[in-house]
T-cell receptor, first 115, second 115 residues
């Protein structure tokens, strides 16, 4: 079974609008972390935001917020006020603490921001 | 802090040759991960070190692949008898060992082309 599922291969959003990128995960580990990374066309992976499995509140980092719904095993990324520079691949990832801290990545969502 | 560095950035080799890549993590990070990424896909876990100990190795990693982190600082990934299917981007990431957070910081990658 896939550990991380990103069902949107590609998304378009108008500049200055908000966009939600979907991510669902599968784990039996009681302690885990959820991460989002951005990969522009230049190739580097950039850490955006983290949510711990025991965190009660949704994580926020500037224009990024993580909509964490533990019972549904979803960790959607919300980008507010999209900018042209947000055009990139976005990867959802999970770290299983009691499974040797292994990281699993989804297949990614390519976001295109239209002017 | 200069971040995670990887060398070489690009490597072209003929099938059957051996190649070795190097990763220098962020200096205070004790965890180091290797991933392989092919076009349009998310990073695929290969192996993971905590300090000098290799704690986990993917089942996808054949016997032709070996990794070391001799003094708990830099790491090398060697591929013996390369095959065309080994062509990919090889990413290295480092992180701190902690229950919460532990986000990974990635290097720029080594792009391997096997002809």
């Amino acid at each position: 079974a896939q550990k991380i599922t990103q069902t949107q291969p590609g998304m378009f959003v108008q500049e200055k609008e908000a966009v939600t990128l979907d991510c669902t995960y599968d784990t039996s580990d009681p302690s885990y972390g959820l991460f989002w990374y951005k990969q522009p066309s230049s190739g580097e992976m950039i850490f955006l935001i983290y949510q711990g499995s025991y965190d009660q509140q949704n994580a926020t980092e500037g224009r990024y917020s993580l909509n964490f719904q533990k019972a549904r095993k979803s960790a959607n990324l919300v980008i507010s006020a999209s900018q042209l520079g947000d055009s990139a691949m976005y990867f959802c990832a999970m770290r299983e603490v009691y499974n040797f801290n292994k990281f699993y990545f989804g297949s990614g969502t390519k976001l295109n921001v239209k002017p | 802090d200069t971040g995670v560095s990887q060398n070489p950035r690009h490597k072209i080799t003929k099938r059957g040759q051996n190649v070795t890549f190097r990763c220098d993590p962020i200096s205070e990070h004790n965890r180091l991960y290797w991933y392989r990424q092919t076009l349009g896909q998310g990073p695929e876990f290969l192996t993971y070190f905590q300090n000098e100990a290799q704690l986990e190795k993917s089942r996808l990693l054949s016997d032709r692949f070996s990794a070391e982190r001799p003094k708990g600082s830099f790491s090398t990934l060697e591929i013996q008898r390369t095959e065309q299917g080994d062509s990919a981007m090889y990413l290295c990431a480092s992180s701190l060992a902690q229950i919460q957070g532990g986000e990974q910081y990635f290097g720029p990658g080594t792009r391997l082309t096997v002809t």
